[in-house]
């Protein structure tokens, strides 16, 4: 059975920084792909970045060169450094992974960015 646990959102005004935690309940978690996903108000859940089992990223263009996403295999927990936030990323942030074919979700972080 797979557990995800996020963590590390709150309110920060435009510009400021945040870091969420995600961490993993259940086997392989090195093998696993791991992803964030966000769901601001009234619209649709998106993917905001993925990390590899041997560290290679991708993001959302909308986040790239601001987020960071990293890996700690030892603490089983992923981590999403956001800067330079802005008022458009407020949302609820949520860790995902998929095991077995199955896709397996937290209960979400909010982040919101307001001044």
């Known amino acids: 059975q797979v557990q995800l646990e996020e963590s590390g959102g709150g309110l920060v005004p435009p510009g400021g920084s945040l870091r969420l935690s995600c961490m993993f309940s259940g086997s392989a978690f090195a093998t696993r792909t791991m992803n964030w996903y966000r769901q601001a108000p009234g619209q649709q859940r998106e993917m905001v970045a993925s990390?590899?089992?041997?560290?290679?990223?991708n993001y959302a263009d909308s986040v790239k060169g601001r987020f960071t996403f990293s890996r700690d295999n030892a603490k089983n927990t992923v981590y999403l450094q956001m800067n330079n936030l802005k008022p458009e990323d407020t949302a609820i942030y949520f860790c995902?992974?998929?095991?077995?074919?199955?896709?397996?979700w937290g209960q979400g972080t909010e982040v919101t960015v307001s001044s």
């Open positions: 995902n992974v998929r095991v077995m074919g199955q896709y397996n």
């Open positions: 990390i590899g089992s041997g560290g290679s990223t």
